[in-house]
Each structure stands twice: as C-alpha cells, then as structure tokens.
C-alpha cells in the first residue's frame, strides 16, 4: 500500500484536479450563457462562423449550460475541489481515507466531462430536453435534433458522473469519520467539514437514484420498454413504438428526488464556509455553534422529503403536492436559523472588510434574496403561475448560482495563503467583489420582473411571435431584457480583475506571513510542515478546542491547534 | 517522539533467497505483517485511542457500508418504479381500462440459484471468520505459517464456484424465458424482470471480481492487515448482495 | 430571568413555524385543474401505487439518511 506515497493520489493534487474541471466547465458554460442572452434580446443576431441560432440550438444551450454548471461546477468544485484541498488538514489529518479510490472519481469525473463535451461534435449536436431531461421529449430520437447520439452522449457522461461523485463521497464520508485527528469530537468540527460531511451524505443517497433513472431512460430508448412514456404516446406526428403504460411523472420523481438534494449538495459546503469566515473576520464565535450543526443536518434530511416541489404543476396528485409544500415550507425554517446566525454573528462587530469576508457577505445578501422566492414558489397555488417562468430562473441563480458562486470566491480568497503561499491582492479583490455583486444582482433581480410578467423559461424567441395579448405582454419586458443581457455581460466581464489578481499575485514574491487572517481552524496550523508534501511523518497536532475562540474585548484568539496561550490579533 | 520503525531495506530486500526453511536460523522476512507504522499508516498520526491493528479494516469496512447505502438506494429506486408501472394502466378506445401488465412466470430455477447463493454466503463467512482466527493470526503475523490465508483461499474459492454458478444459473433462467418468447421487451412486468436480475447480477459480477482479487490478495501481498482487509470487505459485500437478492427475489416470486 | 426570556423566544418560534406551516396547509388539496384532470383520470389504485412508491423511496432515503448520522455517533 503505497498509494500515500505517490503525488497522483495526494488529495491536493485531486483537488486541483477537480477544480481545473470545474474551471474549464465554467469556461464554456459561461460562453453558452452570454450566447442564449444575445440571442433572446437580438434573435436575428448570427454568431460569427455559425450563422443565425435556431430554435433547437437555442434549447441545446440551454442544455448545455444548465448541465455544465450544476454538475461539473457548483457539485465538483465546493464539494470535492475544496473538500479535497482543505478537508483533510481541517480535521488534523494527513491525508484522505482512500486516496486512490479518491483519484479514480476525479478521474472519471474528468472523463464525464470530455463525453459531455463530446455531444457539441456528434451528429444532430448537443441534446435540447434541458438539464431534468424529461421524457417523452429525452426518450426518443424523433424530438429533436440532438435528442439522438446528442441525448445518449448526455446519459453516458452523467451516468459517469454519478458513479464518480458516489466514490468520492464515500471517501469524503469516512475520511471525516475515521481521520479526524487528536482531540478534533465532533462539537469541534468546522461547520464546513459538517457542510461536506452532509452533503456527501446526500450525494451517497441520491446520485445512485438518478443513475438508476438513467439506466431506465436508457432502456426506454433503446430496448422499446416503456418506464417513462405513456401507451400511444405521438412525437413529433410518429407514434412511439414501446410496450408498457408507464409516464413520465415516474422520471419526475426520480430525478427530483436527486435534484433537490443535488442543489443542497450545491450550497452546503459554502453555508458552512460562510459560517466560518464571517466568526472569522468579525472576531466572534459563531452564534449558537451547535443549533448550526443541527441545522446543517436538519438541512440534509428534509431535503431529502420536498422533492415534489419541483412538479406542482406535473399532474401531481393535489394532496402530495400540498404535503409537499408543508415539507419545503419546513425546510426554510432551519435556512432561515443559519441566516439569522450569520447576522447575529456579525451584529455590531467590527468585522475586517477583506475580500474573503465581503464575498462572504455576498452569499448571505444572496442567500437571503433568493431564499424569499424559495417559499413563494413552494406554494402551489403560487407556483402554478410561477413555474416555468424566469422567476424560477431568478430563483435559482440567485440562491444557487450566484451565492453558489460567492462561496466558491469567498474561498478561493480565504485560502489562497494556505495553497500558493501568497495574498490575492486586496484593492483587485474589491474591484472584483464590487463587479461581481453588481453584475449578479443587476442580471438576476429583472428576472424575477420578467418572470412575474410571464417570460417562459427556456423558449427560444421572445419576439415576432403571435401579437396576442401573451405577446403584447412580452414585449412591455424587452427593455428590461436589454438591461438582463447587459449585466450579464457586466458580470462576465467584472471576472478580469480577478484572473489579473491571480496572475499577478501568482508572479509575485510576496509570501504571505503564517496564518494571515488570525484563523483559528486547524488547516492554518499545519503552515509549520508541508502539507503539500507526500511523506507519512506525524501531523503532531492536537485540537485542544472548538472554532473561533475570539477573546469577547477582540484583541486576541485562541486557534483550535494551541494548548493555552493566546495570540494576540494584529492591530487594524 | 518517534514511531517504532520498520526499517524501509526489508521490504526492499529479496524474498527468494533468504527464505528459511523452517531451521530457525534467519529470522522471518515476511517482516511486514502488520503492527506498528505499517504501510504508511503511521499510528502516531491517529489520536489516541485509534492506534491499532483494526483501525484500516474499520476504515475500510465504514466505506464499504456507504457504498452498499448507495447500492440499496439504486434497488429501491428501481422497486418503486416497479410498484408504479404495476398498477398503470391506460384507457383504450372503448374506455376500458387496461393494465398489460403479464406476471412473468419466474423460471424454477431461480429457487435452486438462491439456495446457491446462500450456500455461497455460507462458505464466505467461514472464509472472513478463519481470517481472524487468533491463534492462527498470531502464528502468521509472525511469519510461522500461512495457514489463516491458505484457510479462507479455500474458502473463497468455493464461493467463487457457487458465485459463477449462480451467474450461470441466471443465465439459464434468461434463456429458458427467451425460449418461451419471454423477453425484456415483451411486458411491462418483463422489463422489471429482466432489468433487476441483470442490474443485480452486475453488482455480483462485480463481487466475484472482488473474490478474484482477494484470492490473488492473498498469495501476493506481504501484510496480514491487507489480507484481512480484503477478505473481510468482500465477504461483507458478498452478503449484502445476497441480501439483497433474496429481497429481490421474494418482490417477482410474490409481488408481482 | 435570562431563562424565562428564552423560553418565551422559543414559543414565539413554535408559534410562528406552525402559522408558517398553516399557510402551505391552506392550500390543501388544490392543484392546478390539469392536476385534478389528470389525478381523477388516474384509477385509485395507480394513485395508491404512486403513494407507496413516494414512501418507499423517501422513507429509505430518510431512514438511511438518519442511519448515516447515528452510524457516526458512535466514533468518538
Ligand atoms: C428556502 C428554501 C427553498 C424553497 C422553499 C425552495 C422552493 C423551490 C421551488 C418550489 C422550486 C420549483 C419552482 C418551479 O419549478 O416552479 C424551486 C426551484 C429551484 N430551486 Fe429552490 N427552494 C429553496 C431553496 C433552494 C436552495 C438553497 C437552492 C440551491 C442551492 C435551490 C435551488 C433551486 C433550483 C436549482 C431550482 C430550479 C430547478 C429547475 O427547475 O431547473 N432552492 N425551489
Ligand atoms: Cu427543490
């Protein structure tokens, strides 16, 4: 067994792995995005060396877009990215339960990656059934252009992805369980490692239900059965030859009872993140410490029970829709716990304004606006109006995306230091922070505008249309679609300051001092070896108590790694 | 405060020609058996309380039993959709209701495949049990004798033989459905049919794989903790797809 | 005095929950007409199937969601 030994298992360099995946995955997810916004607000644009975007490769986008981000960014790059990098010296280990089991998931998480990519290239293109893929329209050839080799391109790359994000679970699962190091009970843990614990719990639970799901779409499309797709079903003017009554709410449920955990998969790591910096900056403990770690778990659990919310409007029968509603109505209680933590965490401190906190600001400012919409449209009554609008959108990109996305800088800022040995620039951080904040507000907020005017989601042409009352109604939001395409490319546009930063902090000589932010979690103490390096020597580290240890006048901390003495906090 | 060592040059130096030939003049070379700091898994590095012999097994074993959530959750999946797709049916021109749904005939063959299987988990548990064996254990962590991995390779091969033919049974119990026209694609109730046994006999072909490996864990790695390890997660996963077979099995033979 | 006062915090957070859950519970049994439609075409029994499917499914989810969290309680 030397696997410990070799740098290709070491968990920072998977973790790298991983989030150079995710990279490049919001590399072309963003480009998609910037496209379907061109193409909404001037639908007789034509893309340079492609020519006009017809309806299809609109959807196709969409697709694209939607499966990139939620599976290869916002799951890949908090949960197993940073779990990775930052998971194993947080609880006082030295290195991941399974490290070659662990580099095989990254692996194939990459490979799903190039197979998904793989779809713009094959005959009929990418698939256009979105990112739920909802059958009849996923389970047949006859759909669409890219519902042929396309669709099946799609299947084969998330199947791969669920099988990589169980494996790494199970390894992030017991890496908490059985490696934490002297002294770190369970009290003790970082609210990020409960975040990650969580959430790979989940992931344990779920992905293996949608890969089932697949496997039977699979079935559906190429063995004639008929899981999904009802008798005498007509696509596209051609009966669909299959045996069986099944229906496509049976996929509804299936998926979304992987979806909705998938998306608190999303968030989880970054609300434990969130926790940890703002007690950080602010100089305080994080208010009622263990009512978070219950609320983490609590999270987890009842997200597992709401999953119908997505399909109120799906032929539900109305009675599981309302005890579905009761569910997620439930659930935006605990969420609501950890943003009333948060603010009474930094209630009338005087947190250090770094980059890392602002961003960590920005997720609860996110969180909360995104979090609003999350119990209007768990209402069915509500929701029959709202579903399939841009208001979901607005839901979702706020809450997910967005704060997704906050969380993903907030850390990256958080723990540069500890990963490169240097400071992201201050002054461009703020530039970037100031962007990005502007950018996400000023593109997401019309949406909701948009959606309560009644823009469907996921339709190609806004304009031009029928000039029915539906489509008189439309065009009173064209300028506020205007304004939506401008932000976006605002927001794309305010990421330049930060890859300048990293460039240029990357090039510099300036080495960050030991623990720069007066942290008081374990990851910081481990400055003193190289945690970059393969050896098995002894971490020699206890963990004497739980996080964020700020003396109640602020000046000074005790770390979880010091026996007794306290550090004094640098002065402001 | 330094971990007890072993010195890195053993493991390095050449079995063949050192062996002993039971006169007790060398000393064992099968030096990494176990015990402390082996195999990278420094016990210093562990708090205290967690620094033993046991510790990778139960790491492992933690593992194994997330996975086999995963696994069950996969099953379950299926099941509910098979409850559903059961009772659909659809209205026809005249307004009737029809349900297609044809019981498939279970082949009798499946009730001598799960006697097999349980035979199987049988002879695997006598395999993880002689694994652990104190008295044996002891002798071949010294370097006295193999005879705990030469017991549970015994074992393990006959649950290999009982595992393939289970594999080969349920390939009798296919062709003896397509001899009678019964195929995936016939019925709603024969795509359930056919998507669990062959969706289950996947997770036990990967079992058996896992038994291939651990014979050859077996004669090939030099720590008793690894051979422990491997036997010990394949027979925990072993059983629990025989579990979940005889779960299974009573859903198409009663419940359908 | 201080544990008065947190006691009543607390029953004030009961109280708002329930009317929080009250509002969901309101609506009970309304869908939108396609649902109805579509739920009175569907025979009982196929109901009763859906709803042993969505107990099935989120009840294992569930139980090995709480199993996972009591699983570790038992390592220090
Ligand atoms: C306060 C708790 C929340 C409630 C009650 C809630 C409720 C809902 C409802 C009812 C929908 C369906 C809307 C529709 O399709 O008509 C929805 C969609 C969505 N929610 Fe939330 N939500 C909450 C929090 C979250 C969080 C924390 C995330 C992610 C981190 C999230 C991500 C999403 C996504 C991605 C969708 C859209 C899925 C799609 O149709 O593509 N929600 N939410
Ligand atoms: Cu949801």
Known sequence: MTAQHSRWTHHRTVGFGYVAISLAAACVGTVLSLLMRLHLTWPAWSLPLHGLILPEEYLALVTMHGTLMLFFVLTVAPQSGFGNLILPAQIGARRMAFPRLNAASMGLTGLALLVLLAAFFVPGGSPISGWTAYPPLSATALAGPGQGEGMDVWLAAIALFSLASTLGAINTLTTIVKLRGEGMSWQRLPLTVWGWFTAALLSVLVFSVLLAALAMLFCDRHLQSGFFLPTGDLVNGVLLQHHGDGSPLLWLHLFWFFGHPEVYIAILPGMGLTSMVLANFAHRRVFAYRLMIATTLLIGFLGILVWGHHMFVAGLNPFAGSAFALSSMAIALPSSAKVLSWLATIWRSRPRLTTPMLFALGFVSLFITGGLTGPILAQPILDEYLHNTFFVVAHFHLIMAMAGIFGLFCATYYWFPLLFGRLLSEPLGKLHFAGTLIGAYGTFLPMHLTGLAGEPRQYAQLTGGGSGPAGQLLQTTLPLQHGITYAAFFLACAQLPFLLNLVLTLRSHLLATPNPWSATTMEWASQDFDEASTEDKPTGLVTYRGPCHYSEDGVSFLPQWESGATSTLPPE | MSPILTPPEIDRRHRAHESDNGSGRRPPTDKLTGGNGEGGDNWNDRPQGRRGPRERLSQVRMGLFFGLFAVLMFFIAIVSAFFVTRASGHFDAYSHYVNEWLPTTIPSILWLNTAVLLLSSASAEMARRSMFREVDVMDEWIGLSRRTSQRAAAWLSVTLGLGGLFLVGQWIAWDQLAAQHVFFRSNPSSHFFFLITIAHAIHLFIGVSALIAALIGLRRSHKLASRQILVDATVWYWHAMGLLWIFLFVLLEYGQ | ?76
């Open chain 3, 1 to 76: 005095m201080k544990g008065r006062l947190r006691t009543n915090l607390l029953r004030w957070v009961w109280l708002v929950s329930l009317l929080l859950l009250g509002i969901a519970a309101q609506s009970f049994g309304q869908g939108c007409s396609q649902c109805l439609d579509n739920t009175r075409a569907t025979p009982p029994a196929v109901q009763a199937a859906y709803r042993k499917a969505i107990y099935l499914l989120g009840g294992t989810g569930a139980a090995l969601f709480i199993a996972g969290t009591l699983f570790i309680r038992r390592e220090r």
